[in-house]
């Protein structure tokens, strides 16, 4: 064989690996039309995250499968709150003594507004909206 028609071979061989390579990872319109996430994991609007009984007042849970913490600052008002900490990302570990807390620098954030009580964050934790019915909290 000469030596351009090798390189045209391997060239196609190359490609054609490629190609087959993109379309397993390509999904090709067979993705999951469910909730758009993909993972399974995250709760349907709607769905109960928390019964009100789970979360202490002046103190909260974090729900680690919706990227969120709910918090009770005072008895029969829930606020929730995205658990990424706005300083670097990390997840928030807990509720202590009225504040949110981020194990990665120590950040903190008041319960009932999500606002920064103690840096290196800046940024106060944005709400998310939630429903309570009954005994039940869910997205809202």
Do not use: Y
């Given at each position: 064989?000469?030596?351009?028609?090798?390189?045209t071979?391997?060239?196609?061989?190359g490609?054609?690996?490629l190609?087959?390579?993109?379309?397993?990872?390509?999904g090709?319109?067979?993705?999951?039309k469910?909730?758009?996430?993909?993972?399974?994991?995250?709760?349907?609007?709607?769905?109960?995250?928390?019964?009100?009984?789970d979360?202490?007042?002046?103190?909260g849970?974090v729900?680690?499968?919706?990227?969120?913490v709910?918090?009770?600052?005072?008895?029969?008002?829930f606020?929730?709150?995205?658990?990424?900490?706005?300083?670097?990302?990390?997840?928030?570990?807990?509720?202590?003594?009225?504040?949110?807390?981020?194990?990665?620098?120590?950040?903190?954030?008041?319960?009932?507004?999500g606002?920064?009580?103690?840096?290196?964050?800046?940024a106060?934790?944005?709400?998310?909206p939630?429903?309570?019915?009954?005994?039940e909290i869910?997205?809202?």
């Amino acid at each position: 064989m000469s030596g351009v028609a090798r390189r045209t071979v391997v060239s196609a061989a190359g490609a054609a690996g490629l190609a087959a390579a993109l379309a397993a990872c390509g999904g090709g319109g067979t993705e999951d039309k469910g909730t758009g996430t993909g993972t399974g994991t995250e709760e349907q609007p709607g769905a109960t995250l928390a019964r009100t009984g789970d979360i202490p007042v002046g103190g909260g849970k974090v729900i680690a499968g919706q990227g969120l913490v709910i918090t009770q600052p005072k008895a029969g008002e829930f606020h929730a709150f995205s658990s990424k900490c706005t300083h670097a990302g990390c997840a928030v570990s807990g509720v202590k003594d009225g504040v949110i807390v981020c194990p990665c620098h120590q950040s903190q954030f008041d319960v009932s507004d999500g606002s920064v009580k103690g840096g290196p964050a800046t940024a106060p934790l944005p709400p998310t909206p939630i429903q309570v019915v009954g005994d039940e909290i869910s997205l809202g």
